[in-house]
């Protein structure tokens, strides 16, 4: 299970395996600066899990090294007309 906090002072994602432990997450994986907004799996590869948050950054991470791996670019708002 992966877990994720909206919260702005603690942006992190938390991988967490209830088989050995429901009080000690498995790894806490750190790169917004700002509280998360979603997550998703990766439908092909369950090893990969993409997270968005309020610090506009969207992030794929790979769960078997718990790192980032790409990052998308942040383009320029749409101003509306």
């Not at 806490?28 to 950054?57: A, R």
């Amino acid at each position: 299970i992966v877990t994720a906090c909206g919260d702005d002072q603690n942006p992190t994602l938390k991988m967490w395996d209830l088989r050995s432990s429901t009080t000690l997450p498995l790894a806490t994986l750190q790169g917004h600066e700002q509280g998360l907004l979603s997550i998703s799996w990766c439908p092909q590869d369950t090893s990969l899990l993409m997270s968005c948050g309020k610090d506009n950054k969207t992030i794929l991470w790979d769960l078997f090294d718990c790192r980032p791996i790409y990052e998308l670019p942040v383009t320029a708002p749409v101003q509306a007309g």
